[in-house]
């Protein structure tokens, strides 16, 4: 009975994390109405972040989650920059403009 309450959550919470990324591209699709495929790059870059905080630098889980998505919203504030411009405009990130 105990692996099948463990097998029903680990679904939940993969199903969970599908459908987030799903949301986010519907959305992105219904307001701009370009496809994003960054949305599941971003996904895969938090999650392998977030192994390798747990794994190999040895941080509890919920820290590692934090960490992860700051690292990646760092990533996609200055990802656009560098692939857009080519290199940090004066106003790096559009922060200042």
Known sequence: MEMVLSVGVDVFLITMMLALAAF???I???LVGVINMGHGAMLT???YFA???TSVA????????I????GVGLIGLVWPE???TGHAAPGVCGLSR
Do not use: E
């Not at 960490?67 to 700051?70: G, P, R």
């Open 24 to 26: 986010g591209l519907a």
């Open 28 to 30: 992105i699709f219904g």
């Open 45 to 47: 870059l938090g999650a």
């Open 51 to 53: 192994w390798w905080t």
């Open 58 to 65: 040895g941080l509890p889980f919920p820290i590692a989650v």
């Open 67 to 70: 960490l992860a998505a700051l």
């Open 82 to 84: 560098f692939a857009v």
